[in-house]
């Protein structure tokens, strides 16, 4: 199992896990606007793992120990055969304002649980399904 720390920037990164479970470990989520992809990222448990330990003390109004993305901070998006995981800042104040902050290539999102996200929140997916989009890049929202 290998932990990976990716810092956020405004240059597209490219990560591969590889076959163990590996945790992800995202750092400056606010230090950019460009998604992190992953492209071998395995969902369900005995999967990969995102951490997001450094990612909730940047969420404005945000009470640690609550579930982020029942709070309407984070949200999974499904991309035709990709997984935008995202989060909102303000999280419902100001109204939604969803940013990719890492895409999960050819992962339904539904398929994603608990035990790929530490701490182990529920997954919240939105109701919006993007289908048959081609892009060179993963498109931020």
Do not use: C, M
Not at 91 to 111: D, E, I, P, R, W
Not at 122 to 132: L, M, N, S, Y
């Amino acid at each position: 199992s290998d932990r990976i720390y990716v810092y956020h920037s405004d240059r597209a990164q490219a990560i591969t896990t590889g076959a163990d479970s590996d945790i992800v470990t995202l750092y400056n989520p606010y230090n950019g606007n460009a998604a992190v992809t992953v492209t071998d990222f395995t969902a369900g448990t005995g999967g990969d793992t995102v951490d997001l330990a450094y990612i909730l003390p940047y969420l404005t109004g945000y009470a640690g120990g609550t579930d982020p993305f029942a709070g309407g901070f984070l949200r999974l998006h499904q991309n035709g055969a990709d997984t935008e995981f995202q989060w909102d800042q303000d999280g419902a104040a100001n109204g939604q304002n969803f940013t990719t902050l890492v895409l999960l290539k050819n992962v339904t999102a539904s398929t994603l649980d608990t035990s790929n996200f530490s701490p182990n929140f529920t997954p919240v997916t939105d109701a919006a399904v993007v289908v048959g989009v081609a892009q060179a890049e993963p498109a931020l929202h």
